[in-house]
């Protein structure tokens, strides 16, 4: 079991870490003011996660898209009250062909990359990860990439002390990298991310890197955080004489 201080080492570092040694299982966390959540991964992608704080329900999420009618989650709602809420009310949307399998698969994964970002903003707390601890009866075929999860995790990260345990000084350097080959992997960046890797050289140190892109250091430590995490630069000294050469 691996547990540890959220206040020592942001959501961040956590999946990195589970995701690197490619973990199956469910990391539980708790914030100081006792929201508790848990994220299940397989082979360390994120398949699902939960929160104990009020999110909008996917019914009225499917009607405000359209893709329903109140009507139909009314009748939805009454058939998973008479199964003592057993039953998952996208499933039975699904089953009654109210809505189609991309439908579902569209409106789950969108809420279950809300529940995951949010876990980067939180501070202080705790987290335990589970090994082969699965998600009963939550597999609906969703694989998120934990790589496009740091890096759009990482720019809501608040934990200042966690950033600066990670650049503890402006005179490090980063090296780009060649992103791992894998056709079925797309890695997703942003301007911002953009901005930043074109100004990674190898010889640029982090006090250039605020200079060159104007960033602020809050914002830019972010941004190499989420590069470093997602596997596409490296500090100098991690990088082999191979490498190099």
């Known amino acids: 079991m691996l547990e540890g201080s959220l206040s020592e080492f942001n959501f961040g570092e956590v999946l990195k870490l589970i995701a690197a040694q490619r973990k199956t299982g469910a990391i539980k966390l708790r914030d100081a003011n006792g929201r508790e959540g848990v994220v299940y991964v397989r082979d360390g992608n994120v398949y699902f996660a939960e929160g104990s704080w009020k999110r909008k329900p ?35 949307l699904l089953d009654k062909g109210y809505i189609s399998p991309q439908d579902l698969v569209s409106f789950v994964q969108e809420q279950i990359l809300e529940t995951v970002l949010e876990f980067f903003t939180w501070k202080d707390g705790t987290f335990t990860f589970i090994a082969d601890k699965v998600a009963a009866n939550e597999d609906i075929g969703i694989k998120m990439s934990f790589e496009n999860l740091l890096l759009q995790g990482a720019e809501r990260l608040e934990n200042w002390k966690s950033l600066k345990k990670f650049i503890p000084d402006t005179s490090i350097v980063f090296v780009a990298v060649d992103a791992p080959a894998d056709e079925n992997k797309v890695i997703v960046l942003r301007p911002k991310e953009l901005k930043v890797l074109r100004y990674i050289d190898g010889k640029r140190n982090v006090a250039d890197l605020v200079k060159s892109t104007g960033m602020g250091e809050f914002e830019l430590y972010r941004i190499l955080f989420g590069l470093h995490a997602a596997g596409l630069i490296r500090k100098s000294e991690e990088v082999s004489d191979t490498e190099k050469t």
């Open 58 to 92: 996917i019914g009225q999420r499917l009607v405000e898209a359209g893709k329903v009618t109140q009507e139909q989650v009314k009748e939805a709602l009454d058939i998973q009250n008479k199964s003592g809420r057993t039953m998952r009310l996208g499933m039975i």
